[in-house]
C-alpha cells in the first residue's frame, strides 16, 4: 500500500515543541529513513482546531480537521507518540481523533475514512517510570473503535528525560530496537 505523500506519518499527541514525545518521533522518522520509507511529521499545532461538539459545526466547515484528515487518508502507516495526562491521551489529540472521524461531504456514516484498515503504531515517553503506557492502552482503545489496526508492538520509555543521547537518539540499544521492530511492523501492516 503506497501512499501519495508518504509511507509513513509521524505525529506526537502534543504541541510542545522540542516535547519528549516530539524526540521520539523524532528517533521513529530517523529509522523509517534509513529504512528508505518516505515520511511525512506533522504537529498538531499546525492544526488548531476548535472542541469537538462544543459548537454545531460539521468538519466541512472546519478546514484544519479536513486538511488533517487529508493527510491521514494520504499516507499507508501512522506513528503516534502520545503523552500521558492522567492516565489518558492528550485533549488535543482525543479532540483531532474525533474530529477526523466525522464523515465529510458525500462520506457515509461510520466509514471512520482516516482510520479505517489503516497501520497504526503507538509510543509514548515519559519522565515517570511507568514511560506514558496507561495513556497508550487508552489510544489503542479509541483507535480500534475507530477501526484502525494497531500493531501489537508498542513502546513506551520510562525516564525518558534521560533516554536521549547528545544527537537525540534513544542511548538503549534495545529500545532503539524495540522501535526499529514497531516501525517495521507498522509499514508490514500498511502494505499488507
Request: aromatic share 4%; net charge positive; hydrophobic share 45%.
Amino acid at each position: 500500500m503506497a501512499a501519495a505523500r508518504g509511507d509513513l506519518l509521524l505525529m506526537a499527541g502534543g504541541i510542545r515543541s522540542g516535547s519528549l514525545n516530539e524526540r521520539l518521533i523524532g528517533c521513529a522518522a530517523d529509522i523509517a529513513n534509513d529504512l528508505g520509507l518516505r515520511t511525512t511529521r506533522l504537529s498538531l499545532s499546525d492544526y488548531p482546531l476548535p472542541l469537538f461538539g462544543a459548537e454545531a459545526l460539521t468538519i466541512d466547515e472546519v478546514p484544519e480537521a479536513l486538511a488533517l484528515k487529508a493527510m491521514f487518508r494520504s499516507h499507508g502507516g501512522v506513528i503516534l507518540a502520545s503523552p500521558e495526562h492522567n492516565g489518558s491521551v492528550t485533549a488535543m489529540l482525543k479532540n483531532a481523533i474525533d474530529w477526523m472521524s466525522c464523515p465529510s461531504r458525500g462520506e457515509a456514516p461510520q466509514t471512520y475514512g482516516a482510520f479505517r484498515r489503516k497501520a497504526f503504531g503507538l509510543v509514548s515517553a515519559s519522565s515517570s517510570p511507568f514511560g506514558g503506557l496507561r495513556g497508550l492502552s487508552q489510544l489503542r482503545h479509541i483507535l480500534t473503535t475507530v477501526q484502525a489496526l494497531v500493531v501489537p508492538e508498542q513502546l513506551s520509555v520510562p525516564h525518558a528525560h534521560r533516554a536521549f543521547d547528545a544527537r537525540g537518539r534513544l542511548a538503549d540499544p534495545m529500545l532503539a530496537g524495540l522501535l526499529a521492530d514497531l516501525v517495521r511492523s507498522v509499514m508490514e501492516v500498511a502494505r499488507a
